[in-house]
């Protein structure tokens, strides 16, 4: 049965995302629009399914609504939503983070340059708050509101976690307690907000709203566990960036983390130079 909605709801969540997106589709500024289909997968080198992502987080929102017994179809808008603000945050977070490659393929600031990344970035971020406003065609003005502030609020989150995930690096004074906190803005909020919404939107009650946003949250905080595992031990063929960028960036996760807590040949290691990274592997239950 799930799959079955997944099957329609993915199609409705691109068809959703591209009408959103089709605002900047004009003659002087083709190339800008050709900018964001390329990030979002549509078109270019390596454009198809593997380029644009699972679609998570709209599908939660979707899932979500649905479970609420409403018409997911009205709420698709503030799937759109979050999935630009996930995308507005990928490419700023590629040139934060220095990413060459995004889902096997070259990031938007390598192949045209930081300054139109960037504004792509913001291009993003901006058709998403019009995503929101579309939802007026569906429910009522308090109904929308709140659902913007609770996007809102999600990436105000997203940039507390990003500058603790920046300042993080090279640090060796952190803590496991400090991993949670970061991750909490950088990863569990967005996709808290996935959930709240659809509860929100479904017509939930206050305390199932409540229910579905720490359920939202948690699974947040697991889906960065996994990501910083796959990002050290992950096969690069399936993840699409390379295995070393973490540690070559300095990236505190929580397997380095773990790792230094240890006091191992791990912590050494790390200490001394990269070499942790042709002999990642050694290390990996010499903790």
């Given at each position: 049965m799930l799959n079955k909605y997944i099957e329609i709801m993915i199609p409705a969540i691109e068809s959703e995302l591209q009408r959103q997106i089709v605002r900047l589709d004009e003659p002087r500024t083709r190339t800008f629009y050709e900018m964001l289909t390329y990030h979002m997968g549509w078109t270019g080198e390596g454009s198809g399914p593997e380029a644009t992502g699972k679609r998570v987080r709209p599908l939660f929102v979707l899932l979500v609504a649905a479970s609420c017994t409403m018409?997911?179809?009205?709420?698709?808008?503030?799937?759109?939503?979050?999935?630009?603000?996930?995308?507005?945050?990928?490419?700023?977070?590629?040139?934060?983070?220095?990413?060459?490659?995004?889902?096997?393929?070259?990031?938007?600031?390598?192949?045209?340059?930081?300054?139109?990344?960037?504004?792509?970035?913001?291009?993003?971020?901006?058709?998403?708050?019009?995503?929101?406003?579309?939802?007026?065609?569906?429910?009522?003005?308090?109904?929308?509101?709140?659902?913007?502030?609770?996007?809102?609020?999600?990436?105000l989150d997203l940039t507390r976690g990003q500058y603790l995930d920046m300042t993080y690096e090279n640090r060796g004074d952190l803590s496991i307690a400090d991993y949670w906190k970061m991750i909490e803005g950088k990863t569990a909020a967005l996709l808290s907000a996935c959930t709240h919404v659809g509860a929100i939107l479904g017509g939930a009650d206050d305390q199932t709203i409540e229910q579905y946003r720490l359920f939202g949250h948690d699974l947040g905080l697991a889906f960065q566990v996994q990501d910083d595992i796959l990002g050290i031990w992950g096969n690069e063929a399936l993840t699409g960036k390379s295995a070393a960028s973490d540690l070559l960036e300095g990236k505190n996760s929580l397997p380095i983390l773990f790792g230094i807590s240890q006091k191992g040949k791990f912590t050494r290691s790390r200490k001394v130079d990269k070499s942790i990274i042709r002999n990642l592997e050694r290390y990996r239950f010499e903790y």
């Open positions: 018409n997911w179809l009205h709420a698709t808008p503030a799937a759109a939503a979050i999935e630009l603000v996930h995308n507005f945050s990928l490419v700023h977070d590629d040139i934060q983070d220095n990413s060459t490659k995004r889902r096997g393929r070259t990031t938007v600031w390598k192949k045209w340059g930081m300054p139109h990344a960037i504004n792509v970035g913001d291009a993003l971020f901006v058709i998403s708050n019009q995503a929101v406003i579309d939802l007026s065609n569906y429910f009522a003005a308090d109904t929308v509101l709140r659902t913007a502030r609770v996007i809102h609020d999600s990436c």
